[in-house]
């Protein structure tokens, strides 16, 4: 006895289809919402692979940007003398050294995220989106114990905190905004191109110094701190100083313009991974 497709599944029975967003649409935010608990998943799997089967551990959060500043305060600070804007140069390379870390290892973890999860990209269905999202908030555990650092160094130099530390949530999301907003430019090119991965460190490297780490933002002349803070970087770290040092007066015109360059990237870029998203399994 044979029975017939028809019979076997009812008409009434709904069938979902999966189909490519159409047209350019950068980001839907319920459907991120929809899938919280998958983002919440990706970023507590991440952070349990990173300390896993280490020798260091959490220490190696704190040995990187702590002998960052070692190196920035010898060379820079003693050698070089580089003014530190009236503060003991190693609280003031270490201030920019937290967020900096912060936005380098987003960054590279963000640009990554997606060939990084090439079985999920091709098993299964999900906010492409959530994953270099996913990177970027693995990042903040070594953040915290850093400024844990932070708070330790300026105790030990006799630096208060400014009345504007009430600021700091604004500035961490800030750099977290700038990662994701250049992440998705290159986690979708790293689909195609794989040597981005390569060139990542080169650029992360010289973006360092073209970002007032080492150095404060006053020696920029004036005229020319505008077209400086095109650079994202430029007002979260000088933000982050004057949040927690108040070693400057607040920094509008540099916050200002760094705010649109992020917004700008941040448009294009999701405009861009949405556009090509519909590629990654087949490319990948």
Request: aromatic content about 14%.
């Amino acid at each position: 006895m044979t029975t017939s497709a028809s019979a076997a599944r009812p008409s009434d029975v709904p069938v979902c289809t999966i189909a490519p967003a159409a047209g350019w649409v950068p980001i839907r935010l319920a459907e991120i919402w929809e899938f919280r608990e998958l983002l919440f998943f990706l970023v507590w799997r991440e952070v349990k692979v990173r300390y896993k089967q280490t020798a260091l551990g959490v220490a190696w959060a704190i040995l990187q940007p702590l002998l960052a500043m070692v190196v920035f305060s010898i060379f820079f600070g003693r050698l070089g003398h580089i003014p530190s804007d009236g503060l003991p140069y190693p609280v003031f390379a270490f201030s920019a050294l937290v967020p900096w870390q912060l936005f380098a290892f987003a960054l590279t973890e963000s640009t990554n995220s997606v060939v990084a999860n090439q079985r999920l990209v091709t098993k299964v269905y999900f906010p492409r989106l959530i994953m270099p999202m996913a990177a970027i908030g693995v990042g903040l555990v070594d953040f915290c114990l850093s400024l844990g650092v932070l708070a330790a160094l300026m105790a030990y130099y006799g630096v208060a905190p400014s009345a504007a530390v009430w600021t700091l949530p604004a500035w961490t999301a800030l750099a977290l905004t700038t990662a994701l907003a250049v992440g998705v430019w290159l986690s979708a090119l790293n689909v195609r191109y794989r040597d981005i991965r390569y060139t990542l460190p080169f650029l992360t490297q010289i973006w360092l110094f073209a970002t007032p780490v080492a150095y404060p933002t006053s020696i920029v002349p004036e005229a020319w701190r505008a077209v400086y803070a095109l650079n994202p970087m430029v007002g979260v770290v000088d933000g982050f100083r004057w949040a927690l040092l108040g070693s400057a007066p607040a920094p509008p015109v540099t916050v200002g313009v760094s705010c649109l360059a992020v917004g700008v990237l941040l448009t294009g870029g999701l405009f861009y991974f949405r556009r090509t998203e519909r590629t990654f399994a087949d490319v990948i």
